[in-house]
Protein backbone atom coordinates (compact mmCIF):
# COMPACT_ATOMS: atom_id res chain seq x y z
CA UNK A 1 0.00 0.00 0.00
CA UNK A 2 2.94 2.08 0.37
CA UNK A 3 4.72 1.89 -2.50
CA UNK A 4 0.98 2.39 -4.14
CA UNK A 5 1.00 5.18 -2.43
CA UNK A 6 4.28 6.53 -3.57
CA UNK A 7 3.18 5.97 -7.19
CA UNK A 8 0.17 7.93 -6.59
CA UNK A 9 2.51 10.92 -5.59
CA UNK A 10 4.73 10.62 -8.64
CA UNK A 11 1.72 10.99 -10.59
CA UNK A 12 0.71 14.38 -9.18
CA UNK A 13 3.64 15.31 -7.96
CA UNK A 14 5.90 17.61 -9.56
CA UNK A 15 9.66 16.83 -7.87
CA UNK A 16 12.01 15.98 -10.21
CA UNK A 17 15.20 14.41 -9.01
CA UNK A 18 16.52 15.39 -5.75
CA UNK A 19 19.30 14.47 -3.51
CA UNK A 20 18.07 14.32 0.10
CA UNK A 21 20.45 14.05 2.63
CA UNK A 22 19.76 12.42 5.88
CA UNK A 23 18.43 13.75 9.05
CA UNK A 24 20.73 12.89 11.77
CA UNK A 25 18.75 14.23 14.58
CA UNK A 26 15.85 12.06 13.49
CA UNK A 27 17.35 9.11 11.51
CA UNK A 28 17.92 5.83 13.29
CA UNK A 29 20.38 3.46 12.23
CA UNK A 30 20.66 -0.23 14.14
CA UNK A 31 21.37 -3.51 13.99
CA UNK A 32 20.97 -6.90 15.61
CA UNK A 33 22.83 -9.95 16.22
CA UNK A 34 22.68 -13.70 17.92
CA UNK A 35 25.08 -14.13 21.00
CA UNK A 36 24.05 -17.59 22.31
CA UNK A 37 20.68 -17.43 21.02
CA UNK A 38 19.43 -14.21 22.62
CA UNK A 39 19.28 -11.16 20.03
CA UNK A 40 21.91 -8.59 20.62
CA UNK A 41 20.72 -5.39 19.20
CA UNK A 42 22.99 -1.91 18.70
CA UNK A 43 23.12 0.98 16.52
CA UNK A 44 25.75 3.27 14.81
CA UNK A 45 25.14 6.89 16.57
CA UNK A 46 27.14 8.64 13.47
CA UNK A 47 26.56 7.91 10.23
CA UNK A 48 25.65 10.14 7.36
CA UNK A 49 24.39 10.10 3.78
CA UNK A 50 22.27 10.95 0.44
CA UNK A 51 19.36 9.20 -1.29
CA UNK A 52 18.85 10.36 -4.90
CA UNK A 53 15.15 10.31 -5.23
CA UNK A 54 13.02 10.64 -8.79
CA UNK A 55 9.06 10.36 -7.52
CA UNK A 56 8.80 9.71 -11.24
CA UNK A 57 11.38 6.85 -11.37
CA UNK A 58 11.24 5.08 -7.87
CA UNK A 59 12.82 2.39 -9.32
CA UNK A 60 16.15 4.56 -9.63
CA UNK A 61 16.36 5.42 -5.94
CA UNK A 62 20.30 5.57 -5.10
CA UNK A 63 21.77 5.52 -1.59
CA UNK A 64 25.18 6.68 -0.67
CA UNK A 65 26.21 6.05 2.94
CA UNK A 66 28.64 6.30 5.49
CA UNK A 67 29.26 5.06 8.87
CA UNK A 68 31.59 5.69 11.83
CA UNK A 69 31.68 1.92 13.09
CA UNK A 70 33.36 3.11 16.30
CA UNK A 71 30.21 4.82 17.15
CA UNK A 72 28.17 1.84 17.69
CA UNK A 73 26.45 1.05 20.83
CA UNK A 74 24.96 -1.72 22.56
CA UNK A 75 23.96 -0.36 25.68
CA UNK A 76 26.76 -2.39 27.20
CA UNK A 77 30.42 -0.87 26.88
CA UNK A 78 32.51 -3.69 27.55
CA UNK A 79 30.88 -5.20 24.58
CA UNK A 80 31.11 -2.63 22.70
CA UNK A 81 35.23 -1.90 23.58
CA UNK A 82 35.22 -5.85 22.42
CA UNK A 83 33.57 -5.19 19.39
CA UNK A 84 35.56 -1.86 18.39
CA UNK A 85 38.46 -4.46 18.54
CA UNK A 86 40.53 -6.66 16.09
CA UNK A 87 38.56 -9.19 15.76
CA UNK A 88 35.04 -7.52 15.48
CA UNK A 89 35.24 -4.06 13.63
CA UNK A 90 39.16 -3.29 14.12
CA UNK A 91 37.94 0.40 14.34
CA UNK A 92 41.32 1.69 14.43
CA UNK A 93 42.29 0.04 11.20
CA UNK A 94 39.00 0.24 9.35
CA UNK A 95 37.19 3.14 10.88
CA UNK A 96 34.13 3.94 8.32
CA UNK A 97 32.05 1.70 6.16
CA UNK A 98 29.97 2.52 3.55
CA UNK A 99 27.10 1.69 1.63
CA UNK A 100 26.28 2.67 -2.21
CA UNK A 101 23.36 0.83 -4.25
CA UNK A 102 23.12 0.61 -7.61
CA UNK A 103 19.73 2.05 -8.77
CA UNK A 104 18.33 -0.99 -9.90
CA UNK A 105 15.68 -1.38 -7.29
CA UNK A 106 12.62 -3.84 -8.04
CA UNK A 107 9.09 -3.79 -6.25
CA UNK A 108 7.18 -6.60 -4.24
CA UNK A 109 4.63 -6.46 -1.69
CA UNK A 110 4.68 -3.06 -1.50
CA UNK A 111 8.75 -2.44 -0.57
CA UNK A 112 11.39 -1.96 -2.85
CA UNK A 113 14.33 -3.91 -2.97
CA UNK A 114 17.31 -2.12 -3.75
CA UNK A 115 21.20 -3.70 -4.92
CA UNK A 116 24.17 -2.43 -3.35
CA UNK A 117 27.38 -2.68 -1.96
CA UNK A 118 28.67 -2.82 1.89
CA UNK A 119 31.99 -2.19 2.23
CA UNK A 120 33.16 -3.06 6.02
CA UNK A 121 36.52 -4.04 7.60
CA UNK A 122 38.15 -3.41 3.52
CA UNK A 123 35.86 -6.20 2.20
CA UNK A 124 32.80 -5.13 -0.49
CA UNK A 125 29.88 -7.45 -0.70
CA UNK A 126 26.48 -7.00 -2.59
CA UNK A 127 23.57 -6.56 -0.01
CA UNK A 128 20.59 -5.70 -0.91
CA UNK A 129 18.04 -2.68 0.96
CA UNK A 130 14.39 -3.15 1.49
CA UNK A 131 12.77 -0.64 1.90
CA UNK A 132 9.34 1.26 2.20
CA UNK A 133 9.32 4.67 1.69
CA UNK A 134 6.39 6.97 3.64
CA UNK A 135 3.50 8.70 1.41
CA UNK A 136 5.33 11.45 0.84
CA UNK A 137 8.88 10.45 0.17
CA UNK A 138 10.60 12.04 3.28
CA UNK A 139 11.33 9.15 5.55
CA UNK A 140 12.36 5.83 4.48
CA UNK A 141 12.02 2.64 6.78
CA UNK A 142 14.10 -0.65 5.74
CA UNK A 143 16.12 -3.30 6.45
CA UNK A 144 18.82 -5.81 4.80
CA UNK A 145 20.38 -9.11 6.31
CA UNK A 146 23.66 -10.30 5.67
CA UNK A 147 26.57 -12.60 6.93
CA UNK A 148 28.81 -11.58 9.57
CA UNK A 149 31.39 -13.96 8.21
CA UNK A 150 31.54 -12.58 4.83
CA UNK A 151 32.89 -9.35 6.17
CA UNK A 152 35.49 -10.78 8.54
CA UNK A 153 33.44 -9.70 11.52
CA UNK A 154 34.14 -11.51 14.34
CA UNK A 155 37.42 -14.16 14.22
CA UNK A 156 39.72 -16.25 16.48
CA UNK A 157 37.10 -18.10 19.20
CA UNK A 158 34.13 -15.46 17.91
CA UNK A 159 34.01 -17.02 14.79
CA UNK A 160 32.49 -19.82 15.66
CA UNK A 161 28.45 -19.65 14.25
CA UNK A 162 27.18 -21.60 17.19
CA UNK A 163 28.03 -18.87 19.70
CA UNK A 164 27.40 -15.67 17.61
CA UNK A 165 24.95 -16.16 14.65
CA UNK A 166 26.55 -15.24 11.23
CA UNK A 167 23.34 -13.55 10.16
CA UNK A 168 22.81 -9.93 11.14
CA UNK A 169 19.80 -7.94 10.36
CA UNK A 170 20.41 -3.85 9.96
CA UNK A 171 17.34 -1.78 10.42
CA UNK A 172 16.75 1.77 9.44
CA UNK A 173 14.18 4.68 10.09
CA UNK A 174 16.06 7.82 7.51
CA UNK A 175 14.71 11.07 7.65
CA UNK A 176 15.23 13.11 4.28
CA UNK A 177 15.63 16.57 4.14
Known sequence: MRFLSLMLICAVTPLSAASLKFDGSSSALGF???????PVPGKF???SGT???DLAKPMATRFSTEIDVASLDTDYSDRDETLRGEEFFDTAKFPKASYVSSGDCTAAG???SCP????LRGVTKPVALEITPSADGRVIEGKAILDR???GVGS?????PGTIANVVTITFRLRLS
Open 32 to 38: TGDYGGE
Open 45 to 47: KTF
Open 51 to 53: VDL
Open 110 to 112: GKL
Open 116 to 119: GALT
Open 149 to 151: SQF
Open 156 to 160: GDWAD
